[in-house]
């Protein structure tokens, strides 16, 4: 059984920076993609980015240009650096992973800017 596992969210000023960390066990062989979405009140769940084994990096419109997501050696975590934090970035922060086929989901982590 995959297990999903985020860590790294807090309190930030505007203009400040975070990194989020999402490990990810239980696979026997590579995952196909690992990425982050976030959701804030009231809002639907967007795509912040996402690393495939193919590609390059693919990052939501609203986040480009200030967050970079990365792989560890280990091939098993996922990094979030989330630079120049605006006020709208305030939302709980989900690392998403593809396994053979089937989506898993962290509990979340949630991140507030304060302005």
Known sequence: QVQVVESGGGLVQAGGSLRLSCAASGASFRFNSMGWYRQAPGKQQELVGVLTNV???MYGDSVKDRFT????NAMNT???QMNSL????????YCNVVYAGTTYWGQGT?????S
């Open 55 to 57: 590609g390059n990096p």
């Open 69 to 72: 997501i990365s792989r560890a």
């Open 78 to 80: 996922v990094y979030l």
């Open 86 to 93: 605006k006020p709208e970035d305030t939302a709980v922060y």
């Open 110 to 114: 949630q991140v507030t800017v304060s």
